[in-house]
């Protein structure tokens, strides 16, 4: 496994491989990995003849109040990881070989940010699009992965692929949870204990919701009381939205007929959870 | 010469070029083309194995009292000029092709916008970056060639190809002009008999401007002053800017003390002209 840390070298790759003909998969990452990352990097590896990741976290992704500087890294065991699951290369570049001095230029959506995380994180989306847009560049991909656990993330991008003309292909790998059902990220690593246990009401809610559609209930609002009253009875829980709606416009909707996306964002203390669940009637 | 209409079709024909490994120079232009344009395609031709030109009037980039529905058109003589010139493909897609249903993604730069033309055209540049970025994708130019009478949209380019990681060289072509020195441009059309004669005033401007630099005239003020006076002679113009700036970075100068743009923007009747000079003490 290489690993490359300028943006020459790693276009320099990955022109060799397309003069190559090989098909290149990649997975964008901020590092800190764990199952839910290592299964995008699997179908990766399944899907292209070369896998490549990044390990890049993003400053232009978080606000001025988020945790940029406490967000966990640990790039040795990343590639670890990496190696194990047949990454070819790990393309990890420094802050000012993205953003060198004088950097002005953003990638927005109009609509999609608009909804979901994109209402309590107004610069979130901008950063992730932008980032998205500059390594698609440099790393030259024929497919791309993202979890199906940002949901909204996974929408964006596919929206900023046809919207640019990016000839991508972008594909959403499913949300990994522990054994007890809580979805991974990184950012559990700052749960407390007590965070931890609690944490889990949010899965417990989609559950339930999921059973709910199932048994007939067709009612957004209903099912949005009964997740806010299971989740409220943690007591460091703070709800930022629990939104029913339409997988592709992220419009909130009226009634279930169809499937329909839960999403939900909590925040547990100071760590924000976020998970989200197909409903199908 | 080919003509082609659809995205797919300009995206596969670029790839057998570049598996071919054959060089793509690229003008993208809004068609009514002129001696300007030509010249930019002739600089094309000597760079590369394949010439590309587009014709396409963005919608993106015209603000909604703009000129958008009366921009003069001459796809016949267009392709007429295109075949002279020796150019291999002209890619000239409808409106929905490149924006359809849906659309919402756009590029856009912080900094460099924020002057010149793009203080009375607020909309103007982003909608030029957004098309760029799309027909790089779809084109996929090694080489493409901006016209420096639009001194900053050239800026904003190679700004945005630098910051995105896009790996096509931006080359500027000089400004060609009228044999009296009006600057070329679609929009010379609108012009009344005694528009297009006062219109010669801005290339006046900049000439006695750079007699001025040359005679050790180092305040911009003195010079701005110059060019208000004799501009502001025709009774139909509104002078919208006289800036002279930075060519980088397009902030104003206190002082000449080296290369310098001075760059123009007159509402002539309704006909919006531009010009610039880069002034050498």
């Known amino acids: 496994m290489k690993i490359i840390h ?20 990649f997975v964008p990452t901020m590092g800190f990995l764990h199952q839910g990352h290592l299964s995008l990097m699997e179908k990766g590896r399944e899907k292209a003849d070369i896998l490549i990741a990044s390990i890049f976290v993003n400053p232009a992704q978080f606000g001025p109040n988020e945790d940029l500087d406490t967000y966990p890294r640990a790039m040795e065991s990343d590639l670890e990881k990496c190696k ?3 990454v ?6 420094t802050n000012d070989q ?15 940010p608009h909804h979901l995380c994109g209402l309590s994180r107004p610069v979130f989306f901008k950063g992730i699009t932008t980032v998205v847009t500059k390594l698609f560049h440099i790393v030259k991909p024929h ?6 656990k940002d949901f909204q993330q996974l929408a964006i991008i596919k929206r900023m692929v046809r919207d640019l003309n990016m000839e991508v292909e972008v594909l959403g790998g499913a949300l ?13 690593a700052y749960l407390t204990d007590d965070q931890r246990k609690e944490g889990l009401r949010l899965f417990q809610s989609l559950c339930k919701a ?26 460091e829980a703070q709800i930022d939205y ?9 419009n909130e909707v009226d009634a279930i007929t169809g499937p329909t996306l839960m999403a939900l964002a909590v925040m547990m203390g100071k760590t924000r959870l976020i998970d989200n669940m197909v409903l199908i009637p």
Request: aromatic share 6%; hydrophobic share 40%.
């Open 6 to 25: 300028t943006i020459a070298e790693m276009q320099a790759a990955s022109d060799v491989f397309r003069i190559e003909g090989k098909r290149i998969a």
């Open 84 to 86: 194990e699951v047949g």
């Open 88 to 93: 070819d290369i790990v393309f990890t570049p």
């Open 98 to 112: 993205i953003y060198p001095q004088g950097y002005e230029t953003y990638v927005e959506l109009e609509k999609l």
């Open 143 to 148: 497919i791309a992965i993202f979890g199906e």
């Open 176 to 188: 990994v949870r522990e054994e007890d059902g809580l979805a991974m990220s990184s950012r559990n």
């Open 210 to 235: 999921k059973e709910m559609v199932q048994a007939g209930e067709s009612n957004p609002k209903a099912i949005c009381d009964m997740a806010k009253i299971h989740i409220s009875k943690a007591h």
């Open 242 to 250: 629990i939104s029913i709606c339409d997988p592709d416009t992220l």
